[in-house]
């Protein structure tokens, strides 16, 4: 782990989005093929509601680590937010193909909830089985 990832870390505890920002593309320059870094770019740019900005990284992220079920379930979140539920829904399938995870369930029935799609009572039913 680089030294600008680990201030990043501790700058993102601070809740120093904008310093923790400049941080992790530093690093990310210095290590363009570290995942983890694109992985938190995503995480920060979702917390500050830079939703397109968090999509480019999370996508890099599953593009350099395509198995790390996280990374596709905060990318299903950032597509819910910029109004594409195909792909959000797609990324979600994805997730929990990798992982049963609870948080991914959860945040799955919330994106269908959001949208206003009641007909997938079955498929928020599935998730919870």
């Not at 917390?47 to 198995?67: G, R």
């Not at 990318?75 to 990324?91: E, F, M, P, R």
Request: proline content about 2%.
């Amino acid at each position: 782990m680089s030294l600008y990832h680990i201030m990043t870390v501790l700058l993102i505890m601070l809740t120093n989005d904008c310093k923790a920002i400049a941080c992790l593309k530093r690093a990310l320059f210095l290590a363009p093929f570290e995942w983890i870094i694109a992985y938190n770019l995503g995480l920060v740019h979702l917390n500050t509601q830079q939703y397109a900005s968090a999509f480019h990284f999370l996508s890099a992220s599953i593009n350099l680590k395509p198995d790390f079920a996280s990374s596709y379930m905060y990318l299903a979140v950032a597509l819910a937010h910029l109004d594409d539920y195909d792909n959000a829904c797609q990324a979600y399938e994805k997730a929990l193909e990798l992982e049963q995870d609870h948080t991914v369930s959860l945040n799955y029935a919330i994106t269908l909830f959001n949208k206003g799609d009641y007909v997938c009572n079955l498929t928020i039913s599935s998730l919870t089985n």
